[in-house]
């Protein structure tokens, strides 16, 4: 990843660093979610089905970080929107291992997550509005087959 020091990143809640891409640093995220169906069957006249774990999903994830002049994700997005172009589907080559590094108040790693396979399904450059004192915010929404705690 970059060659930028930890503590570079600590105005940020946490980073993320995806394979090929630069360390970049985010405020905020939305959780990190999985979801495991139920499938339920009745056997002969019971009345209280059996139930058995089913197909799992995985929650996307949303980035949201004041925007910047960095591309490196820009252009992520970029390569997708064109290998998606006409297909409707996601070229695996774009598809990345993307870590979320919890930081503490000092700047320390304090917890990762892996998500497995990520790779952009949304982006937004953030709102601009000259009159305002807030910063444009740009988000970023990653899809991912499946998450593990580090």
Known sequence: MSGEPL???TSFNFIVEIDGVRRAGFNSMS????????VEYHEGGRDIPHKR?????????TLERGATDD??????VNQMTNATTGRGQTADAYKKNVD????DRDGS???RWTLFNAFPSGH??????ATSEEATMENLVLTYDYFQIA
């Open 71 to 76: 591309r490196d994700l820009y252009d992520w």
């Open 7 to 9: 503590d570079f990143y």
């Open 124 to 129: 937004k450059a953030g709102e601009w509005d």
């Open 31 to 38: 959780e990190l979610g999985v979801e495991i169906g139920v």
């Open 100 to 103: 979320v590094v919890q930081l």
């Open 109 to 111: 790693a304090r917890r």
């Open 53 to 61: 774990p089913g197909k799992r999903s995985y929650a996307n994830v």
